[in-house]
């Protein structure tokens, strides 16, 4: 199968020699080719250019893209799509007065999703996850970190793995599994956090292992959750199975998570709408990339990520969704690049840097997703006419996409039927 896009207006983020991540100052680039043509075998991109060297290739099918922007599907490196039900009720008491912190200590929040999630069938919870991703691939999102954390018992964090693992099989994008071990304390555990975290160590860490699904490892390192102690002993007991960390960290106080997870080699630490100096210093020098979430920040009426303070110090940035049902119902990107924008003060070139190639890093697969570059995967967005790729940020709550290709074959978005299932 082959696929020639031609007269394309702008091909963002192109990269002759293979790119991993983008930091600091080189985030403010977006290599371009103007007036291009791209070329895909199978699931492969093969060839690109100026549309003057485009003569003499024949493929069996050609997309005119005359106006349109294409450039690599959006990368979602932090996400808690696979849930049950939704949380529309706390939305509302939030609305009348109540913080997130009243509303969890009230029984809300994850105890309340971990509820609804344990009492729904294996199958169910399957469809309503898989929905819920068809919706973004649609809006450009082809890549997709998935975590468990509404389990909070064995066996339902297992059943959410089970269910990652069947999304990841039976789905055209690219997912990546985060086991999210500790995510909050349950109610029967309240007074023996202890017996909790050895729960998690002894007992959920090996058989998750066992199943071979995730090969993340995360905790809620936040007051009223899991602390710097525990964080550790998560790490060290993931560690063992050969799990790396993705940390919540900084969400609404500092506990010197950044620092762990620099530390224990955290592949990313997410959140970090507070941070520190000694925050960034330990960032510094370490593989660890900072991922904002400005989705939450709106949702919830927190700060946002000092994005500046993060890039300014030459370190690398991701933005996500945290799509969620408690702090971020919305797994749209668009929103989250023109979020980035407004709200994180990130040029459209860092905010597009941001959600793809640096995304595809937060994740572990930057050497096959996130650029234009020959040999790397063909997931792509063909945007609607636009007059410059700025205009997606710029044009906050519009959806700019028009034609995904995801894994190299070409969907029309706009029809229900449309399947992007292997
Ligand atoms: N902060 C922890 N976890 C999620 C929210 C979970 C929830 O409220 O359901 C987050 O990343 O924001
Ligand atoms: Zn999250």
Redesign the pocket.
Known sequence: MSILITNIKQLLQVHDNNVLVVKGKDMKSLPIIENAYLYIEHDTIIEYGEMKHCEGIEAETTVDATGKIVLPSWCDS?T?MV?AGN?TLEFVDRINGLS?AEI?NRGG??L??AKVLQETSEDDLYEQSIQRMEALIRMGTCAFEI?T??GLTVDAELKMLRVIKRIKQESLAKITPTL?AA??IPEAFRAKKEDYIKQITEELIPKASKLNVAHYIDV?C?EG?FDIADTEAVLKAGAKHQMRPKL?VN?FNILGGVALGAKYNALSV??LEELNDADVKALKGSDTIPVA?PG?SYF?SIPYTPARQLIDAGLPLAIAT?Y?????PSGNMNFIVGAACVKLKMTPEEAINAATVNGAYAMGISNMYGSITRGKKANLIITKPLHHYNEIPYAFAHDPVDQVIINGQLKNIKNPEENFRI
Request: hydrophobic share 25%.
């Open positions: 932090h808690h849930y949380r997130y969890a929040g994850i309340n999703s975590k954390g509404y999210l995510h909050a809620f936040e959750y919540h969400q997410d959140h979430l939450c919830l945290d969620n049902p408690g702090s971020a």
